[in-house]
């Protein structure tokens, strides 16, 4: 079993090149959970952990972090079994054990709640805790769960941690908070005593976020040892124990939450000390409305009302934030603006024309640019090269393709352009996107986006799930964009991510804006009321 290695003790300066090994603190006495010794993994000749070790107590709520590509998934997957480590051992309560698959990180304790949740919409709560659940057999015959006993435990678990959730109800009826409760319902009914969480409050309000946390320490308290990813450096400061850095695959560093700050937390991750974008914005000139809408509604195929009136006016060199719980229209608002949905109802004006009814391509030569949610689904290919998707919104512009077919050479050039100037990383342009890491994929979206500098930015959610330096690289170019007099749609869940770089903030709830706040000085708790429908 790998020695517990964190400091009570003020930490040493920071050494990119070298891991810090620190003497052990005089909380150390707790018993060992999990204990991943000298683990090693490589992909051919890429090797994604080298010699980490990763010690997690019962009742402890420990941060893993690290920036994009660091490893941290990676050896996530090695716990739950998703993967075997190359070299290195895994304890269990100080066994080793070895875990070849899924089910047996299942059989052992481990439960791991992704990022992207892994639930069937169309199917009820019990049902979907109930997959993959053993089935009783009796000669030829196979017993399924009984739901109605499953949905009874459910109940009295969800009752016992504060998760409670109906069982009953389809999983696509709940919020996006509910649907996690159902994710961690689903690794504590198995019997979790390891459980892991991967950027848990990326989709949730600030008060969705205070109350997970309590539901954390409750688990905690409980002996549950809890693995605690997430790139938000002040929520590892309010809610975990200690704290260890991977960076390039190695461990940086191990910290004492309570003895380290947010600063030497980033140095550790990046390997030098960061500089985040001014949060102090300069004056804004008005010049003019860059996006204008009036009465816009939008209505389903089942007659719901996801849009209801809304209007809404950005000008040049203005950063405007949307703010909402999910599920309350943010995303429809920027699929209208961008023309992936037509307006039931109402009217959009872009740059002065009328552009209700005109293509996403239209809209994108006049000078719009998307940054969309999900760049798996909409914005990448993940099997095609980095210098494809550099150019797959403009494969057809003559820059790039004649008579039909590409010019590969001129794709290669601005593919190769795009990458030094955006420092997507490795920078070689003809391997699949999908092998890049989440952080430079971004980078890649986000150049492509601003490499024609367009008048209107609408970038949802540009920052979800990406570290550090990523998340501070992408801001700064929104801020560039802003300061060149670009107007800029900013859908965001970080509200302190809203707070710090937005001119205004709009609040949206059940498809309409229920208010509105003029910073700089914003406050973040009527803002947090709004996202919970009340006015203020």
């Not at 709520?61 to 490893?71: M, R």
């Not at 703010?323 to 109802?345: C, F, I």
């Not at 150049?447 to 367009?454: C, F, H, K, Q, Y």
């Amino acid at each position: 079993m790998a020695a517990s290695r964190y400091h009570s003790t003020p930490a040493p300066s920071i050494d990119p090149l070298m891991t810090t090994t620190l003497p052990n603190s005089s909380s150390a006495q707790a018993a060992t959970s999990v204990s991943m010794s000298g683990v090693t993994i490589a992909f051919d000749k890429v090797v994604a952990n080298k010699s980490v070790d990763l010690d997690v107590r019962h009742g402890e709520i420990h941060a893993l972090l690290g920036e994009n590509g660091a490893g941290k998934t990676t050896l996530m997957r090695a716990l739950c079994g998703l993967l075997q480590p190359d070299a290195g051992t895994i304890s269990l309560d100080g066994k080793p054990v070895v875990i070849r698959d899924p089910q047996r990180a299942q059989e052992l304790g481990i439960g791991m709640v992704h990022q992207h949740f892994m639930l069937i919409g169309t199917m009820t709560v019990a049902e979907n805790i109930s997959l993959g659940l053993p089935r009783a057999r009796a000669g030829r015959r196979v017993f399924f769960p009984d739901l109605d006993e499953v949905a009874q435990q459910i109940d009295a678990l969800g009752r016992q941690h504060d998760l409670q959730v109906d069982p009953t109800a389809r999983v696509d009826s709940l919020t996006v908070a509910g649907q996690q409760r159902v994710e961690i319902l689903k690794a504590l009914y198995r019997g979790a005593k390891v459980l892991i969480l991967d950027e848990p409050t990326a989709v949730l309000s600030p008060q969705e976020s205070q109350r997970l946390f309590a539901i954390l320490r409750s688990l905690a308290a409980q002996g549950t040892a809890i693995i605690f990813i997430s790139h938000k450096l002040h929520e590892v400061m309010a809610v975990t124990d200690r704290i260890t850095v991977l960076r390039r695959g190695k461990v940086a560093g191990y910290l004492e939450t309570s003895k380290t700050t947010e600063d030497e937390i980033a140095g550790l991750m990046v390997g030098v000390q960061t500089v985040q974008p001014s949060r102090t914005v300069a004056p804004r000139v008005k010049t003019g409305t860059v996006l204008r809408l009036r009465d816009a509604g939008l209505t389903d195929g089942r007659g719901l009302r996801l849009l209801d009136e809304v209007n809404l006016d950005i000008e040049a060199s203005e950063i405007l934030g949307v703010a909402g719980v999910d599920g309350n229209g943010k995303s429809e608002l920027a699929e209208v603006v961008v023309g992936l949905r037509r307006l039931s109802d109402g009217r959009i004006e872009f740059d002065g024309e009328d552009v209700t009814t005109a293509s996403t391509a239209t809209r994108i030569n006049r000078g719009l640019a998307h940054v969309p949610e999900d760049r798996h689904c909409t914005a990448l290919v993940s099997e095609m090269s980095v210098a494809d998707n550099a150019v797959i919104e403009m494969a057809g512009w003559h820059r790039f393709a004649r008579m039909g077919l590409r010019r590969r050479g001129r794709i290669a050039a601005f593919a190769r352009d795009l990458v030094r100037e955006y420092d997507v990383r490795p920078g070689d342009i003809t391997q699949p996107i999908g092998a890049l890491s989440g952080g430079n994929q971004q980078k890649l979206v986000m150049g492509r986006a601003l490499t024609r500098d367009p008048k209107l930015i609408v970038a949802v959610q540009p920052s979800r799930g990406l570290d550090f330096g990523a998340t501070a690289f992408v801001q700064g170019r929104l801020l560039d964009s802003r300061a060149r007099g670009a107007a800029v749609m900013l859908i965001s869940a970080e509200m302190d991510e809203l707070v710090a770089y937005c001119d205004r903030i709009v609040v949206m709830y059940r498809g309409t804006i229920i208010g509105e706040q003029t910073g700089p000085d914003y406050d973040v708790a009527k803002l947090g009321l709004m996202m919970a429908g009340r006015a203020t």
